[in-house]
């Protein structure tokens, strides 16, 4: 994928539940690539994630902090806060409403 | 209790600087440890990391990767695992322990000199909380392999490897010296958290973990993503320095990452590459090395660096060309001076490992096939004296590898050649123009004594090879092997073909007493098509025939298939008369000298 971004999950059990999330914040146009130790979970130029999602996922009181644990790499550049994770390239092109530049 | 969210407070923390009165800003940030150049001073308050963190969540966070990482050590210490582990892929293992663990306590003291002397407050912070996590790697790196050594010694260099001069060792410790101490602390924050932990150590702790799941090794697949969930977060300190770099100074920042780059390819090559596409048993070999570079370095870093406003390195057809050859040549070189690395370099060329090697890497088989023809032809003969060496290879004054990097000529052959540089009356080697001219650039930094030169300034005595395994801390013990005792080579014990059984032919001649009245110097030597380049010691006295004989005893019959045809040495391009002495020629120390067959030769190289 061009301009792919977004984390690399370590092996874990929360895997499949972090997916989820991702694939509920990012409805269109996500790759999954899983190589047993680790998944690409990509998407050209831009991909988020929210805590709304993974406490959904995950159960409630869900810290955003914990995504550390999860994540061995990551696609991009890397915005974090308390209420949602973003990877992006800003040289992407990718419509201006997602580029956070 | 709600508690509050961490952008309401965490400006009131993460920067902690203030306008200095009791000391002068340069005395607490001294230009050589601070590094900002043409950066103004000023400028570094805008300096911003993209992955925040606080203190109180990175020590729950490490809490519990700790507490992850040690449940599954415990559950699997009680179990069979390690016996059923293949010789081949604890060899992977080996090698990580030995070449990873202490540099690991390097990126510590890295991690603490931007803690202290990074000109931003918020970068200060992060690089505390990178100290802290490369301690936790070197601990960890070290505990998991302590568990192994009382049934293998090799675990146990770990703890010993960087404490010696094993060869690999003086390469690894030249660049990460480079690397992580020798500059300032903004050099550091390019070299360090940018170009290694964001780009190269992807593929040793995230990459080689596919293959170790694979392969069965749980424990090790565990630990190493682990550790990388760390890097993940501190390698981002090199995103804003990055950022204030190509603002002020765009040129310094190309040069360092260049650099750095390439100096992290080439140990890369050696220290992954053959643990990857030699050591990992076939089956479970997730992608080839060459895949795990496009993947993690070529898709994913390079696009990073580009987004940042970099352009690829001025090398970068070199750099693509040597995905196909350089851990090759390296996977050749360690095998075959086996008895120089603390692990068991699985050979990797069964038949159906070759056919594998094959179909990833097309070129494979006419470059590398004849050398190892000639090498499983030696060991179906029982000629074990001929798999083994008896000088060692002319190392490159950069990487500190062997000569031995193939690049294509106009002919399109590939042919292993010398970039030579004369510097105030000494000459050094190299094993590409790219490591010749970072070193001439950056000479002061990288100016360390390979092993070839302290052999030849007497400094590892006896003056042997068995001194250069004292010299290089090798006991018995350790020493490596063959993985598999040589059993791969059975698969080919139908001839091979009359081009690859010739047996080491008796006129190809050993070392000679050296007359007392011609003096003894050492030149750097390649026989025909040979992989690698050698330290051969010739005597002023000695003709050309007889330099001719010297070089080929340590490629002839071993690597390179004998035949019966006479021998042309060349020096400075040109094919030099047999009755010629090295003095009359005019051949000196640390020269470089080419030989071949008469008809095959190529105008010296």
Redesign the interface.
């Known amino acids: 994928m061009e301009d792919a971004v977004g984390p690399i999950l370590r092996m874990c059990d929360d895997v499949e539940s972090v997916i989820r999330a991702i694939q509920d914040d990012n409805p269109a146009d996500l790759e999954i690539v899983d190589r047993g130790a680790y998944v690409r979970v990509q998407r050209r130029g831009f991909l988020r994630v929210t805590r709304g999602s993974l406490e959904r996922h995950l159960g409630a009181g869900f810290q955003m902090s914990r995504f550390e644990s999860i994540m061995s790499a990551f696609a991009g550049r890397i915005r974090t806060s308390s209420d949602e994770i973003v990877w992006y390239l800003q040289s992407a092109s990718i419509s201006s409403k997602e580029n956070p530049r | 209790m709600a508690l509050m ?3 309401e407070w965490e400006d009131l923390v993460r920067d902690v600087d203030w306008t200095l009165s009791y000391a002068d800003d340069d005395a607490v940030f001294p230009e050589w440890q601070s590094g900002t150049g043409k950066i103004p001073r000023e400028a570094w308050s805008a300096w911003e990391e ?5 203190y109180p ?1 990175y020590v ?2 490490q809490a ?2 700790e507490a ?1 990482a040690f449940a599954v050590k415990a559950a699997l210490q009680r179990s069979t695992i390690f016996s059923s582990l293949d010789e081949g892929w604890k060899s992977c293992a080996k090698v990580h322990f030995g070449g990873v663990s202490l540099a690991e306590y390097t990126a510590f003291m890295a991690e603490a000199r931007m803690a202290r002397f990074g000109l931003a407050g918020p970068w200060r912070n992060m690089a505390v909380l990178g100290a802290l996590d490369e301690i936790r790697h070197c601990q960890l790196s070290l505990f998991f392999a302590h568990e192994f050594v009382s049934k293998d010694p090799q675990y146990d260099w770990a703890l010993k490897a960087f404490h010696t001069n094993d060869w690999a060792i003086v390469s690894a410790r030249s660049l990460f010296d480079a690397m992580m101490l020798a500059g300032n602390v903004v050099d550091t924050a390019i070299q360090l958290p940018l170009v290694f932990e964001t780009g190269f150590t ?1 593929l040793q ?2 990459g080689l ?2 293959d ?3 392969s069965g090794d749980i424990n090790f ?2 630990m190493i ?2 550790v ?2 760390d ?3 501190h390698a ?1 300190q090199g ?1 804003p320095t990055l950022e204030l770099l190509m603002k002020h100074d765009p040129v310094r920042a190309q040069w360092i990452v260049d650099k750095m780059f390439w100096l992290s390819a080439r140990v890369f090559a050696v220290l992954t590459g053959p643990a990857m596409d030699y050591y990992t048993p076939l089956d479970h070999r ?2 080839s090395y060459k895949e795990f570079m496009e993947e993690w370095i070529i ?2 870093f390079i ?2 660096l ?2 940042h406003g970099l352009k690829k390195p001025w090398y970068w057809n070199e750099f693509i060309e040597g995905l196909d050859i350089w851990h090759h040549s390296l996977h050749l070189g360690v095998w075959f001076w086996r008895q120089t690395v603390w692990w068991k370099p699985q050979a990797g060329v069964s038949k159906a490992e070759r056919n594998w090697l094959n179909t990833k890497y097309p070129k494979w088989e006419e470059i590398y096939g004849p050398i190892w023809d000639q090498i499983i032809a030696n060991v179906n003969c029982g000629n074990m004296q001929a798999t083994r060496p008896e000088t060692v290879p002319w190392l490159c004054n950069a990487c500190h590898l062997p000569l031995c990097t193939y690049t294509s000529s106009p002919d399109g052959k590939y042919r292993v050649r010398d970039f030579p540089l004369t510097h105030n009356n000494y000459t050094y080697h190299f094993c590409s123009k790219v490591c010749r001219q970072i070193w001439w650039e950056d000479r002061d930094m990288l100016h360390v004594k390979t092993i070839g030169e302290r052999f030849l300034a007497g400094e590892i005595q006896p003056r042997d090879f068995p001194g250069v395994l004292q010299y290089m801390g090798l006991t018995p013990d350790v020493m490596g092997d063959d993985a598999y005792d040589y059993k791969w080579a059975t698969d080919y014990r139908e001839p091979l073909g009359p081009e690859s059984s010739h047996p080491r032919p008796n006129s190809i001649r050993g070392r000679e007493r050296i007359p007392s009245e011609a003096l003894s110097i050492p030149i750097n030597a390649k026989f025909g098509n040979d992989f690698v380049t050698h330290v051969i010691v010739v005597n002023t006295s000695d003709t050309m025939a007889e330099v001719a004989q010297k070089v080929a005893y340590h490629s002839v019959g071993k690597r390179v298939r004998p035949q019966d045809r006479d021998m042309v040495v060349y020096y400075e391009g040109r094919a030099v008369a047999n009755s010629e002495s090295v003095s009359q020629v005019g051949i000196g120390p640390f020269q470089q000298i080419f030989v071949d067959y008469a008809s095959d030769s190529q105008g010296g190289r």
């Open positions: 969210k961490r952008e993209s992955y925040k963190i606080s969540e729950s966070i519990e990767k992850a992807n702790f995230v973990a596919s170790a799941l694979a697949a565990n993503s682990s990388q969930t890097e993940a977060r981002q995103g997730k992608q898709g994913q696009r990073t580009q987004d």
